[in-house]
Antibody, heavy 121, light 109 residues
Framework: QLQLMESGGGVVQPGRSRRLSCEVSGFTFNSYGMHWVRQAPGKGLEWVAAIWYDGFNKFYSDSVKGRFTISRDNSKNTLYLQMNTLRAEDTAIYYC??????????????WGQGTLVTVSS | EIVLTQSPGTLSLSPGERATLSCRASQSIISDYLAWYQQKPGQAPRLLIF???SRATGIPDRFSGSGSGTDFTLTISRLEPEDFAVYYC???????????FGPGTKVDV
């Protein structure tokens, strides 16, 4: 059974850092690109970052470029999002999603349930 | 960057009626690389349609997608009670990759 399970959310102060994890099972993790997508409270979906199946290439939205880093450990079937210099506008549910292909440029057949990050003092 | 616009923002319908949702792109989407997702409150999005018109696994045939270039449509032929939700379109396939979502259309009673 295919599963994606995010963790690491919580309340964090502005300017601080947080690392999210997404542990997957039920498919060959090292064959697929992966993404982080976020959703601010009551708002729509925003693509955040993508990574190739092998971690060689990474891509970011303009809103997080230079502050967030996507990475993966294929030996642990785990995707990460390191979030630095957090701002109030980063408050959102963060979903990990599996790409249909290996290069993070397709649609998302599978999603985790999300983890809430609240940036507040 | 391709910007997606969805209309209407809210669609008020009754069970059994037909729903027609629109997604318009600021420039032509290559190879019709457009997907549709359904999201219910408190849940993750669910893939409905990819490649503009291909239904994802397990999606009922009352959901259909059409369109090409810059104009795309999601049609729900006869609304079931469980279809009342928010629907998002997403474009993909461009480089480096370019991935973006539309703002969503809420289908409510």
């Amino acid at each position: 059974q295919l599963q994606l399970m995010e963790s690491g959310g919580g309340v964090v102060q502005p300017g601080r850092s947080r690392r999210l994890s997404c542990e997957v099972s039920g498919f060959t993790f090292n064959s697929y690109g992966m993404h982080w997508v976020r959703q601010a409270p009551g708002k729509g979906l925003e693509w955040v970052a993508a990574i190739w199946y092998d971690g060689f290439n990474k891509f970011y939205s303009d809103s997080v470029k230079g502050r967030f880093t996507i990475s993966r450990d294929n030996s642990k079937n785990t995707l990460y999002l390191q979030m630095n210099t957090l701002r109030a506008e980063d408050t959102a549910i963060y979903y990990c999603a599996r790409d249909e292909g290996g290069y993070g440029a397709e649609f998302f057949p599978h999603w985790g349930q999300g983890t809430l990050v609240t940036v507040s003092s | 960057e391709i910007v997606l616009t969805q209309s209407p923002g809210t669609l008020s319908l009754s069970p059994g009626e037909r729903a027609t949702l629109s997604c318009r792109a600021s420039q032509s989407i290559i190879s019709d690389y457009l997907a549709w997702y359904q999201q219910k409150p408190g849940q993750a999005p669910r893939l409905l349609i990819f490649g503009a018109s291909s239904r994802a696994t397990g999606i009922p045939d009352r959901f259909s997608g059409s369109g090409s270039g810059t104009d795309f449509t999601l049609t729900i032929s006869r609304l079931e009670p469980e279809d009342f939700a928010v629907y998002y379109c997403q474009q993909y396939g461009s480089s480096p990759p370019g991935i973006s979502f539309g703002p969503g259309t809420k289908v409510d009673v």
